[in-house]
DNA sequence: CGTCATAGTTGAATGCTTTCAGACAAACGG
DNA sequence: CCGTTTGTCTGAAAGCATTCAACTATGACG
C-alpha cells in the first residue's frame, strides 16, 4: 500500500480512500491510484482491514459435519448468497460434538466475523455464545435446528407437519402398526418430528408401544441397529417412520439382512428427500425439504441484519412436502408379519381406536 | 490484552510470552497471568495475530463444489487433521468456474493462511497462484486433479490404473461394444480415465468408435444427456464406462427411461464408489477411491512443509480398488441389443480385432 | 563488596489498513 | 480584497498482539 501511495505520488489515507470510495478523491489522482494497484497487483490486507474496522468480510458457519449429504446443501446456500455478496465462508464441523462446537464458537468469535450461522449441535451453550456475538456486533442466524430457549433469528422447516403428513399416509393406505426411528430427542428437529409422528397416530386414536419409538442417531449405522431391533419385535410394525433419510437407508438394509421385502413386509419413510432418494432400491419415500432453502434463507436475514435491519428476530419455518415413492406400499391384507410369533412375548399393546 | 496485563500486575510483554510460551517467566506470573486470562475469558484476537506473525492458523480450502458428494469426504479429511492441529478451514466453492477460482485464490491469500489445499478447476491459473502462495511462505497441495505441468506436492489416486482395471472387467464378463461418458478432459483425473479405458480396449485390440467416448460434466445430468445420445446409437453398446459415479447414475436413469434394463441390455461401471453406489437399484460397479484419505494425506504433507519439510515435492498417488455390484453382468449372448436397427446410419464400426 | 553473567521483564516498534481531524487551495460572497 | 465555505488531500492515531533490544533483578564468584 505504501508502495502504491508512492507510485501514485499520494498519502496512504488517498489510497485507502479511492479503494473504499470512503471519500471523493479527484480522477486524476484517482486513476494513478488505481493504475498503480493494477500495476503491482495489489489485494488489500483482509487481516488488517479487517482489525481496524473491527470486523472481516467473513461469516462463520457451523455444522455437525459436512459428510452427512444434508449438510453440503445448506452450505451451499448460504455460500452462494454470501459470496456474491462479497463474504467468505469459513467452515467448522462439530460432529455433534458439544466441546468442539464450544472451541469453534470461541474462536470463530476472534476473527472477527460479520455473521454467523449455526447448525446448533448441543442444546444450551449457542444461547450464551450468540449473546457475546451480538455483543461484538455479529449477528447470528440458527438453522434447521434450535438450541433451547432460543430466541433469535431463525431459520428450520416444520418438521411437525411433515412427520405429521407422512404419518398420516401410512395410516391412510392401512398401516396400523407403526414404529418410528427417530434422531437424538434433544435436537428440536427430532423432537418435533416424532411429536408429529405422535400426533397422527392420536388423531385416529393409535397408542404406539413405546419399544416402537426408538431413539438414535441421524445417521445410517443407527437406523441399521434400532430397525433390527424392532423388527424382530413381534408381531412387527408394517411401517416405520424413520427421522431422516440416512437411517431410512439403514432401516432398508436392515430390512433385506433379515430377508424381508421392502415395501412388501415394511413399509419405510424418511424425511429430507436427499438426492439418493429417488435411486435406492426401493426408491424412498420421504418428506422433502430443501437445504439449500434453508441455507440461502439463513444467509438472507444475515445478510439485512449485517446491513442494519434491527427488526424483531425472525423465526421462518419453510414447507416440506411429501413425495411417496415405493418404499410405501398397503400393509399385506392379513398383515400375518409374525402374529405368528405374537406368543411369549406379549407385544401385541398396539390397538386400533 | 491490555487488562489482563493490568490485572496480573505485568506488562504486555509478559502476557505474550506466557500465551506463547515465547520466553520464560516466572511461575508465580505466570500463574496470575493465567489466572486474569480465565478470569476474563480472554481469547486473543487471530486477526492481530495473524498480522504480527505474518501467518494466521487458517488453511485454505479451494473446491469445486461441496454438493458433490465426493468433495466433502475430501473436505472431512483435510479437517480433521487440520482441527487437531490446531488449524482452521476456510472453504471455497468455484463450481469448476476459472474466474471464481482466481477471485478466491487471490482474496484468500490476503488472509495470510498457513497453508492451502486445492482442487483446481483450471488448467493454468493455479501454476502461478500457487508460486506467489510459495513466495508468500504458503504450503500449497494440490488434490485429485492438477492443473497442467504442476510440480508442487499433490495426492491423487490411479486413474488411470483404475479406469483399466474396470474395462478390463467389461471386457472379461464378455462386452465388446464399449462406450464412456467421461469428465471434463481439461481435468487430468478424466484425461486419465479414459486414456486407461482406451488402454484397456487396445490390450485386447479392440478399437472404439469415437462417438462412443462423450465427454461431458461430472454430474448427473451430464451422464443422463450423454447416455440417451450413445443408447440410441446403433448397435448400441453393451457396457458404459462412466467418468464418475455422479455420471454413472445419469447413466442408469437414462437406460430405465429408454425401456433397457441394466444390466441386462447395459451394464454400467463407475468411478468413485460413493457411499450411495451400494444402494441404488441395481446397486452400482465402481472404482472405489477414499476421499477422506485423499483429503487427509493431503492435509498431512501440508502439516509437515508448514513444520519446516523442505524436501523435494511429494507427489503420491493412491491405489483404488474395484467393487463389482449389480450394475455388471455379461452381455446377452446374441447381443441383440439393437443390431436390426444397424440399417442406416452405419455405425457399425466398432470391430473386434 | 564489587563485578559479571544470567534469567526474567519491560517498552516500544511493528504489521497493514482505516478514519478522523486538520491543512490547504480554490471558489465564493460581500 | 478578505473572510468563508467547499472540496480534496494528508498525517497520524488506532486496532491488537508479537518481538527485539534493552534493562533490572538475582545470584555467583573472586
Redesign the interface.
Known amino acids: 500500500m505504501k508502495q502504491i501511495a508512492g507510485m501514485a505520488g499520494v498519502s496512504l489515507g488517498t489510497v485507502s480512500h479511492v479503494l473504499n470510495d470512503s471519500a471523493r478523491v479527484r480522477e486524476p489522482l484517482r486513476r494513478r491510484v488505481l493504475e498503480a494497484v493494477e500495476a503491482l497487483g495489489y ?6 482491514r ?2 481496524r474496522r473491527d470486523k ?1 468480510n ?1 461469516i462463520g458457519m457451523v455444522i455437525p ?3 452427512n ?1 444434508f449438510f ?2 445448506v ?2 446456500g448460504v ?1 452462494d448468497l454470501a ?1 456474491s455478496n462479497g463474504y ?6 462439530t460432529d455433534n460434538d458439544h466441546a ?1 462446537e464450544l472451541a469453534h464458537l ?2 470463530l ?4 466475523p460479520s455473521g454467523l450461522i449455526v447448525i446448533p449441535s448441543s442444546f444450551s451453550d449457542l444461547t450464551v455464545q450468540a449473546e457475546r456475538y451480538r455483543r461484538a456486533g455479529t449477528a447470528v442466524v440458527c438453522v434447521d435446528r434450535l438450541p433451547k430457549s432460543w430466541n433469535g433469528d431463525s431459520v428450520t422447516v416444520a418438521n411437525e407437519e411433515g412427520a405429521y403428513a407422512a404419518t398420516r399416509h401410512l395410516l391412510k393406505v392401512g398401516h396400523r402398526r407403526l414404529a418410528a426411528i427417530i434422531g437424538p430427542l434433544h435436537l428440536t428437529n427430532a423432537q418435533e418430528r416424532i411429536a408429529g409422528f405422535r400426533r397422527a397416530l392420536t388423531s385416529v386414536k393409535l397408542r404406539v408401544d413405546p419399544e416402537f419409538i426408538q431413539e438414535t442417531n441421524f445417521d445410517r449405522s443407527g437406523g441399521h441397529a434400532k430397525a433390527r431391533l424392532i423388527l424382530k419385535m413381534l408381531p412387527r410394525p408394517t411401517a416405520i417412520f424413520a427421522g431422516n433419510d440416512m437411517i431410512a ?1 439403514g432401516v ?1 438394509q436392515a430390512i433385506r439382512e433379515l430377508g424381508l421385502n421392502c415395501p412388501g413386509d415394511v413399509s419405510v419413510i424418511g424425511f429430507d428427500d436427499l438426492d ?1 432418494a429417488e ?5 424412498l419415500s420421504s418428506v422433502s425439504q430443501s437445504g439449500y432453502q434453508l441455507g440461502a434463507t439463513a444467509a438472507r436475514i444475515l445478510l439485512d441484519r449485517m446491513t442494519g435491519d434491527e427488526s424483531q428476530p425472525k423465526q421462518l419455518v419453510l414447507e416440506t412436502q411429501l413425495k411417496i415413492r415405493e418404499s410405501v406400499a398397503p400393509p399385506k391384507n392379513n398383515s400375518a408379519s409374525g402374529i405368528a410369533g405374537a406368543d411369549l412375548r406379549k407385544r401385541n399393546r398396539v390397538r386400533t381406536g
Request: aromatic share 8%.
Open positions: 489485494q488489500p490486507s483482509q487481516l488488517a479487517g482489525l472481516t467473513m459435519d459436512v459428510t449429504p453440503p446443501a452450505v451451499r455460500e459470496f467468505r465462508l469459513i467452515l467448522c464441523n468442539k470461541n474462536e468469535r476472534t476473527y472477527l437407508l432398508i439418493f435411486l435406492t432400491s426401493p426408491s
